[in-house]
């Protein structure tokens, strides 16, 4: 009986041609609009955590500046935090990076990126700390270095000059030369792929400052507890520098908070955006129940010639739910179709514009059965009223019905 | 699906019905006191003017209604104390009906049609589509089973609409101005599948104002303001 009642929906459905199409537009809308949120947004969720699984989990970045304190960003960290840093109980570790953005000629042509000085004894904890790798070239800068630079996959894969740069290649930084010795592997930020990284005793003359760090990273030892070593970091440098707490004028990160903050955001920004298209799928919904009301008012005389065949008032009350969940099931697999076409445009135009994969839209059997079912559901919720409108129809009333 | 064993009583009985409709502030007695009984293998014949009750009289009799006072028994069971569930099972195993309209579905075939009411009484796949096959044979529309009605003639969707009244094996047929909408030869053509049906055991009520169809009826019923007056039949 029921896959004649299916049958009889699938007909009722056809029948309806134009209205029930623009009907089931309405559901497959809002359906489309959450399938392509909700794969993006877990495939970017997925993207950052690779990034942050990349990065070490055992490194702790002090950063100058207060983000909720006004005046907090001219503070600096000098070589005497980076020794507060060092002496810190657990810290294996620790060497400071200087950055400035600087004027960058190859060939005639001029550009401008962030120049980042690395002290060659702590190169290892950068490339730990930042997921980056040299992929050609000299591996390390040895002390012994200077004006040499190792650069971003911006430089060397052809984005920022004319022509590619290449090893051997001379760079000018801010009017000096510098040789090129080794290319740093792709971040997928443009603004992190376009930075070149010198060694730190030809940085601080470059840039004409002895000790004004952008970051300090510590490595902790393998059996320490990095919250500990980060809130004891934190108190050394908060009494060193005679703040109260709260009054901090530097930042303690560790890979870990950062990934949960950036998660928190991520799903506030999605739950805001899914919210939005859960309106247009309860529009839908309404849009069902209005197609289905329509629909009792005119099938009037068939629900009365039904029931006089022996039809139950159950019978019509499924059929008519069975109808309105059928708009829903079929609206939500075209709005399925359309939020996997939608995420992959997005998909593909990130990775144009961003040239990089960090958006992969995830689509997972369980997204698209789900978001099927739940436009099943909102289907039959929407035809539940008219249904019910229609089984309760007295036979002779709606036979007379013209 | 066999045929339900036959009650030796009336198959319909009506006991002093009343049927009385509010209209605004008035109140309209469609059926006054009326008594009737339908007995196994009749061919009845109800007429009357427009607005007499006959619509009413159909309804009550179809079991589509109940009447405001008095009692419709539907083999000899008073049909108010069945749930509308119950009834509607009952009707359609007892009552097979063919209207004026024809009121096939349009989005179904003729087969598909057919197979409608015994669909209701879940009869199993196979059974149902044998069984719709042999009725639309019967009728003469055997290569027209997968036609929808808006491509068939009027005769034959009354004819497909006969055979839909068949579907369940009922002992009553009630056939609402079966022949109004079609042409006078058409309609003598259904008439006389009636008339067989009847021969072949079923029980006929007409519900007609033309009065060429009474000569069919083994009794005729007039009613006239809400009240019945018997006369004889052929």
């Not at chain 1, 930020?189 to 952008?214: C, H, M, Q, S, W």
């Not at chain 1, 949960?260 to 129940?289: N, P, R, T, W």
């Amino acid at each position: 009986m029921w896959g004649d009642f299916f049958r009889l929906s699938v007909r009722s459905i056809r029948r309806g041609g134009t209205r029930s199409w623009l009907t089931m537009m309405g559901i497959f809308i809002g359906i489309a609009a959450i399938v392509s949120l909700i794969s993006l947004g877990e495939g970017l969720h997925s993207a950052i955590n690779e990034q942050f699984e990349l990065l070490g989990p055992n490194i702790i970045y002090v950063t100058p500046g207060a983000i909720f304190r006004p005046g907090g960003g001219a503070s600096k960290l000098t070589d005497h935090e980076l020794d507060i840093v060092k002496k810190v109980h657990g810290v294996e570790k620790a060497g400071g990076i200087i950055s400035r953005l600087s004027r960058i000629e190859f060939r005639g042509e001029t550009e401008y990126g962030f120049v980042s000085g690395l002290d060659p004894d702590m190169q290892d904890l950068f490339l730990d700390g930042t997921g980056v790798e040299i992929v050609r070239g000299q591996e390390r800068f040895k002390s012994s270095d200077t004006y040499k630079a190792a650069i971003g996959y911006s430089y060397w894969s052809g984005d920022v000059f004319d022509r590619s740069v290449d090893i051997g290649d001379i760079l000018r930084i801010d009017d000096k030369k510098f040789n090129v010795v080794a290319f740093v592997s792709e971040i997928g930020n443009p603004e992190d792929d376009k930075n070149i990284y010198i060694p730190i005793e030809t940085a601080k003359d470059l840039f004409g400052v002895g000790d004004d760090y952008r970051v300090i990273m510590a490595k902790t030892m393998p059996n320490a507890d990095i919250d500990d070593v980060s809130e004891e970091i934190k108190e050394k440098l908060r009494k060193d520098r005679g703040l109260d707490q709260g009054e901090e004028d530097f930042q303690i990160m560790t890979m870990e908070q950062v990934r949960k903050s950036v998660g928190i955001v991520l799903d506030a920004v999605q739950a805001v955006l899914i919210g939005i298209a859960a309106i247009s799928l309860f529009v839908g919904g309404v849009g069902i129940m209005n197609t289905m009301y329509t629909s009792v008012f005119e099938r009037t005389q068939e629900i009365g010639l039904m029931k006089a065949l022996g039809a139950r008032n159950q019978d019509i009350l499924y059929i008519f739910v069975f109808e309105s969940g059928m708009m829903g099931t079929v609206g939500g697999a075209i709005g399925c179709i359309v939020g996997v076409g939608l995420a992959k445009l997005v998909e593909f135009l990130a990775a144009r514009q961003m040239g990089s994969g960090l958006i992969n839209a995830q689509i997972t059997p369980e997204l698209l059965i789900g978001a099927i079912l739940f436009s099943f559901i909102i289907g039959c919720i929407s035809g539940i009223l008219p249904a019910r409108q229609a089984s309760q129809l007295k036979p002779a009333d709606a036979l007379r019905y013209e | 699906m066999g045929r339900e064993k036959k009650h030796n009583g009336p198959i319909i009985r009506l006991d002093d019905v009343w049927k009385i409709y509010q209209m605004g502030r008035m109140q309209v007695e469609a059926l006054r006191g009326l008594s009737l009984e339908i007995l196994p293998d009749e061919f009845v014949v109800i007429t009357g003017p427009s607005g007499s009750g006959k619509s009413t009289l159909m309804n009550l009799v179809g079991c589509l209604d109940i009447p405001s006072k008095g009692r419709v028994f539907l083999r000899g069971e008073d049909i108010s104390r069945l749930s509308e569930s119950e009834l509607a099972q009952i009707r359609g195993r007892i009552i097979g009906f063919v209207f004026q309209t024809f009121n096939l579905i349009p989005s179904l075939t003729a087969l598909e049609n057919v197979i409608l009411p015994m669909t209701f009484q879940g009869i199993q796949r196979y059974e149902r589509e044998e069984r719709a096959k042999k009725l639309l044979d019967m009728v003469g529309l055997e290569k027209r089973r997968h036609h929808k009605p808006a491509e068939l003639s009027g005769g034959q969707q009354q004819r497909v609409a006969i055979a839909r009244s068949l579907a369940n094996d009922p002992e009553v047929i009630l056939a609402d101005e079966p022949t109004g909408n079609l042409d006078s030869k058409t309609g003598k053509e259904v008439m006389d599948m009636l008339s067989r049906l009847n021969k072949d055991g079923k029980t006929i009520v007409l519900v007609t104002h033309d009065i060429n169809l009474l000569r069919y009826g083994d009794r005729i019923l007039h009613i006239m303001d809400g009240r019945i007056n018997e006369r004889g039949g052929k």
